[in-house]
């Protein structure tokens, strides 16, 4: 993985690890060291048990789906946390 792409994939593992409850990776479309990095993520989620979802943008992105997509994911981790919190107590 190169240019910013390992950054990307550091910073997803460290922040899994102090216990993030998931991970949004933005990048500009066609941005190949972001796509590969997308790829590895993939794996880090698995490993690290964490929420991962991808955005790119370039002019075209429209709000309204950015909106909800991030609505999606947000409901997604309040069910983890909840589902999580069920089986602590």
Known sequence: VG????????YAVK??????DG?????PLTCMPEIVAQSVLCQVREEENIPCMTLYFDEHSGIAGISTRL?????????????KQALTV
């Open 15 to 20: 922040f899994a690890r102090k216990g993030y």
């Open 3 to 10: 240019g910013h792409g390992q950054e990307t994939v550091g």
């Open 71 to 83: 609505e999606a994911f947000i409901d997604m981790l309040g069910r983890k946390n909840t589902e």
């Open 23 to 27: 991970l949004i990776q933005i990048g």
